[in-house]
DNA sequence: CCGTTAATGATTCATTTGCATTATTTTTGC
DNA sequence: GCAAAAATAATGCAAATGAATCATTAACGG
């Protein structure tokens, strides 16, 4: 316990302490420090050589500043790092041991690890930056039409239904399959159409990027690859993992976006949140809402 | 894009494959196999004799598991382990730096917090457990029906379209709101209702709920809380966390049941993947489906 | 009972590892 | 401009690592 504690006082000041040697120390330590900082993790897998490769500097830069960051050296230094990694990882073991021998429980793990695969995708700094660039144009757009059939069809409801809460472009989705391409067919330049499909690509959303197309509305396509029947001639491609076991994609990653997307609009619009209070209170009033039981607390 | 791609799909059969080997491997190399699985970790950061000493197995039973996966050697399984930790650590330090200094960062940064919470809830051994005991009923109910309303809808539509490809049991979710409740009053005690709704709780589910109890079917539960009107009576209930930013709640943890669910019933059923592919033949029959353009490598 | 085979364990060997030592370059004070 | 000092790079070495080979043990059929 007590150990333990001292390891995680050391593990608290590691950061500092690079960044501290990233200012004082000389040119090539300071180089080699500012790196770590930005490649922690490889430290808890690499040697001081492959280390030193990856970093570009020489293998004894490796062991200095291990023993300025005052550990014995590097092996200190890297158990240090490694012990953090693995702080990450706590409850892991938990759920390993609880899906064992169990029915399915092949299913249920590859679900777990398919999930975190798919969602940790959508979070990378390229995707969230592809998000973040497609924000202020929704927020400016005349009107935003989000098109999805089938399972597909779910994720463009989500979109348009919590999208029209919050701000008066989103454009809600038709019941009867057919009036999508009625209704994109009115749309014009200033509109976005989100599509939404991935394999098998659905004809009525290939069919809707086409007449956005025709009609000159921007077409954000939300697919699984930049070879995706939609997003031939996108405005912005949004490319997603759908893994999942054999039989089953999954649409996670998807809403994920969707989520993103509209949270990103929301942050940026000062009516937006108004809005919402307003819908719901709209709502109430005519009895949709009910409160639920108080809870104790 | 090839390359992480193949890497991710054998990341994600890893746990798989090492349960398979729990049970068909001889004894020791089982033995090992599920040690593995319950300090996963362990491998990322150990040689194969620290590993070998730690798991109380001779040295060669770790390179022999390695080639057993399919490995060429040791080097390349624990690579292999890394990239899956990594993958959790991954942009920890980008994504931070993509998010500082940027218009929205907070939200985006509390999105991705927000979301793996609630997906790390959902997979907790308690929570997999639960979903679990509902699969077996949910293959032999005589009907299915999903009922969610507003945000909540796109899940009631998921489950019942996915769902309705690989089983005959699911009812369609009708696009006019009102006729849920019609639908719902032809249910009898071998029907179950998936229930979902979260504050505020909408009229409409709470209803089909109550409906659901005078008819004498199960309801399954899909909410936010015990306390929830939804969960009031319920056969099973679902308590779910909705973390996001203060405005916008997250449903992913919703999705990703339904997902679990669906995935479930599926590894259980014999028919189910032939369901889907004749559903899928049919639709393609029709035209609703597309080829995609061929994608290079 | 034996002999065959699969499973497990021990031994060996070329590499790689971390670290100390030595050599070289760069910086600094005058 | 140059010597002293500091910083960086190169070298050497004992200990470790990964993988191949060989030896032992257990399981099973005839």
């Known amino acids: 316990m007590g150990r333990s504690n001292m390891q995680?006082?050391?593990?608290?000041?590691?950061?500092?302490?690079?960044?501290?040697?990233?200012?004082?120390?000389?040119?090539t330590l300071a180089a080699f420090a500012i790196w770590v900082l930005d490649h922690y993790d490889e430290v808890a897998f690499s040697s001081i050589r492959s280390l030193a490769d990856k970093a570009n500097v020489n293998a004894n830069t490796v062991t200095r500043l291990s023993k300025e960051l005052g550990y014995d050296g590097y092996d200190a230094f890297r158990a240090d790092v490694q012990l953090a990694l693995r702080a990450r990882t706590i409850g892991y073991a938990a759920r390993a041991e609880a899906l064992r021998n169990r029915d399915g429980g092949d299913v249920y793990s590859e679900m777990i690890a398919a999930n975190?695969?798919?969602?940790?995708?959508?979070?990378?700094?390229?995707?969230?930056?592809?998000?973040?660039?497609?924000?202020?144009?929704?927020?400016?757009?005349?009107?935003i039409y989000a098109v999805g059939v089938r399972s597909c069809y779910s994720i463009a409801h989500y979109l348009s239904y919590v999208g029209g809460m919050a701000f008066n472009n989103f454009v809600s989705v038709p019941a009867q399959p057919g009036s999508i391409l009625d209704q994109l067919s009115r749309a014009g330049p200033e509109d976005i159409v989100i599509a939404i499909s991935f394999e098998h690509y659905s004809t009525e959303v290939i069919r809707a990027t086409q007449i956005a197309r025709d009609v000159g509305a921007r077409v954000l396509s939300i697919t699984d690859s930049h070879a995706s029947p939609i997003a031939a001639g996108a405005w912005r491609v949004v490319p997603l993992p759908m893994e999942g076991p054999q039989f089953m994609p999954s649409i996670n990653a998807a809403l994920i976006v969707a989520e993103l997307l509209l949270a990103g609009m929301m942050a940026r619009s000062a009516?937006?949140?108004?809005?919402?209070?307003?819908?719901?209170d709209r709502i109430e009033k005519f009895g949709g809402y009910q409160r639920g039981a108080p809870v104790s607390g």
């Open 8 to 27: 995680q006082k050391t593990l608290i000041k590691l950061r500092p302490n690079l960044t501290r040697l990233s200012q004082t120390a000389p040119p």
């Open 116 to 143: 975190r695969a798919n969602a940790e995708a959508v979070f990378s700094p390229e995707m969230l930056r592809l998000i973040e660039q497609c924000v202020p144009t929704l927020l400016v757009a005349r009107r």
């Open 271 to 280: 009516d937006a949140v108004a809005n919402i209070k307003s819908f719901e």
